[in-house]
C-alpha cells in the first residue's frame, strides 16, 4: 500500500506541481511585464512582425515631430502678419484722418512713427527656432522658404518628408540689408493705384530703416506741407501694403491647415500602429490574472497532497516499524 501511494499519488502530486510551478512563474512574467511575447523565442513570427511595426511607429513619431515644428513656425509667422494687418489698418486711418483740415498732422504724425515702429518690431520678433520669414538682415536672401506637410512611404517601406514651399519675396516684410526686396520698407508706385490723369512714377515707402539707404521716393508721413493728393496716395500705397500682407496671411493659414490634417493623420497611422504591436505581443491582463489565480490554486493542492501522502507513510512506519 505504501508503495502504491509513493509510486501513484505522491508521483502524480510531484508532476502536478512541478508542472503548476513552471506555468505560474511563465504566468507571472507576463503577468508583470503586460507581454506574452517578449522575445522571440515566445513567438517568433509575432516578435519579428512587432519589431518591424515598433520601428516604423518611431519613424512616424520623427515624422510627426517634424510637422509639429513647421506647424509651430507658420503658426508664429501667421500671428506676427495678423499683427501687422491691424498696424497697417491703424496706419490707414490715421491717414484718412490727416485728410480733415482740423486734424492736428503733428500728432498724426507721431502716432504713425510709432505705428511703423511697432511694425518693424512684429516682423522682427517672428522668429521661431532661429529662423525668422518676415525679417530679413542678411546680405544674400534665400529663394524660398520650406517646412515639411506630409510624408510618403515608398515600395521598400522608406518614408520621406514632403515639403511645402513659399517664395521669400512672398514673406519678407523688412529687409534691414536691401529694403527694396522688403514689402513693408520697398518703394510702391501710387499711380497705377490711385490715377490722377499722368503715368508718372510717385513712389512711396513705409518704414525707412536706419543705416542702410532708402528706397527711391517718399517715407509714408505727415506734416502741415502734405497735400491732399499725397494723402491719397499713401492711403492707397498703404491700402495695397494690406492687401498684399493679407495674401500672405492667408497662404499661411492654408499651409497651417494642411500641416495640421497630416499631423492628425500621423497620429492616426501611429495610434493604430501601437495597436497592432499591442494585439501581437501584449498579454490579456484578465486571462493572466485568472490564470495565476488557478496556477497558485493547483499548486497549494498540490503541496497538500503531497504533504498528505508523507503524512500517512510516517504513519505506516509507526505503525508496523
Known amino acids: 500500500m505504501t508503495k502504491i501511494l509513493s509510486s501513484s499519488y505522491v508521483q502524480s502530486a510531484l508532476q502536478t506541481l512541478l508542472f503548476s510551478a513552471d506555468n505560474l512563474q511563465k504566468t507571472q512574467l507576463r503577468a508583470s511585464s503586460g507581454l506574452k511575447v517578449a522575445e522571440a523565442a515566445d513567438n517568433a513570427g509575432y516578435w519579428s512582425t512587432s519589431q518591424k511595426l515598433k520601428s516604423e511607429g518611431k519613424v512616424l513619431t520623427s515624422v510627426g515631430d517634424a510637422l509639429t515644428l513647421g506647424a509651430a513656425k507658420v503658426d508664429t509667422t501667421y500671428e506676427s502678419v495678423s499683427s ?45 527656432s532661429g529662423d525668422n520669414w518676415l525679417y530679413n538682415n542678411n546680405e544674400q536672401l534665400m529663394e524660398s522658404k520650406s517646412i515639411p506637410y506630409s510624408y510618403e512611404k515608398g515600395t521598400d517601406g522608406a518614408i520621406t518628408l514632403q515639403y511645402l514651399t513659399i517664395r521669400t519675396s512672398e514673406t519678407t516684410l523688412v529687409d534691414t540689408s536691401d529694403p527694396r526686396r ?24 513705409l518704414l525707412h530703416i536706419d543705416g542702410t539707404t532708402a528706397p527711391a521716393g517718399a517715407e509714408i ?11 491719397d496716395d499713401m492711403i492707397s500705397v498703404v491700402s495695397d501694403l494690406s492687401r ?39 498579454a490579456d491582463m484578465t486571462e493572466e ?31 508496523f516499524g
Open 84 to 128: 501687422t494687418i491691424e498696424l497697417l489698418d491703424k496706419i490707414k486711418t490715421q491717414l484718412t484722418t490727416a485728410k480733415e483740415s482740423s486734424a492736428d498732422r503733428d500728432a498724426i504724425n507721431a502716432s504713425l512713427s510709432s505705428l511703423k515702429s511697432n511694425l518693424e518690431s512684429v516682423a522682427k520678433s517672428a522668429s521661431f
Open 182 to 205: 522688403g514689402i513693408l520698407t520697398s518703394a510702391v508706385d501710387a499711380a497705377p493705384l490711385n490715377p490722377q490723369g499722368t503715368a508718372t512714377p510717385r513712389d512711396y515707402y
Open 289 to 319: 490574472s485568472t490564470k495565476l489565480a488557478a496556477y497558485k490554486s493547483q499548486r497549494e493542492l498540490a503541496v497538500e497532497m503531497v504533504s498528505m501522502a508523507n503524512s500517512f507513510r510516517r504513519s505506516l512506519n509507526d505503525l
Open 221 to 231: 508721413k505727415v506734416s502741415a506741407d502734405t497735400t491732399q493728393e499725397q494723402l
Open 244 to 282: 498684399k500682407v493679407q495674401g500672405l496671411g492667408s497662404s499661411l493659414g492654408t499651409m497651417s491647415r494642411r500641416i495640421n490634417q497630416q499631423t492628425s493623420f500621423v497620429k492616426g497611422m501611429g495610434d493604430s500602429l501601437d495597436l497592432s504591436v499591442s494585439r501581437l505581443v501584449d
